[in-house]
């Protein structure tokens, strides 16, 4: 069973419309409780509510995609897989947490690989974003089955993907490059896990990907396909 964010716009938007005639009828009833607020006030502060509701929500293309998809009751936990083939778990550095210019901490894991390499989507999702980040370069945010948001960053290119559109683990979403801030380091992919806190207002923090990576690449169950 699903409850995607599509579906309970339809039954509040069916519901509202249901209370405003149910609201009519007892205005004709004359049943003074409800004729001591004018209907133009009422109007006013409804018609105010949902533009401001509106507006929020479609402040950005990404946002509104991550809620119109994200799963309210079905919350898997399928496991994820390693973004890149071949690559081995003592390739893999644990620098969560490390400390970055500007007072910043690395936030993600780095999977060093030869350029141009495909980058394999993790698990069952949708494209919340593909496109540029000051930092990341060429990104990709994925909106998983287990509702946690998948970032990949530094792409020299895209996959054949589109925002909005699901994608299925083991599908090829990019390539390794150096776009954004690693035009000095070696072509590697920048790969983040965010859980997400509260959805109204969105807030999320990432984790440390680096134990599931290490598991996904031991596990050696997958069949990467190109
Ligand atoms: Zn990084």
Known sequence: ??????????????????????????????????????????FFIFTGIIILLITFILSSKSKLTLYTNYNYINKS????????????????????GAPRPNGRVHEGIDIFAPYGAPIHNVIDGTIIYKGRDNLGGNVIKILGEDNRIYYYAHLSGYGKIEQGKDVIKNQVIGFIGKSGNAHATPPHLHFEIMEIHWLFPLSFGTINPYPELIEAIDSKIVKYVN
């Open 1 to 42: 069973m699903e409850l995607r964010l599509k579906d309970s716009f339809f039954i509040i938007t069916v519901s509202i419309l249901l209370l405003l005639y149910l609201y009519k009828l007892l205005l004709k009833k004359n049943i003074t409780i409800f004729k001591t607020i004018k209907i133009d006030d009422h």
């Open 77 to 96: 936990s399928q496991q994820i897989i390693s973004p890149i083939e071949n690559v081995q778990s003592e390739d893999i550095e644990d620098t969560y």
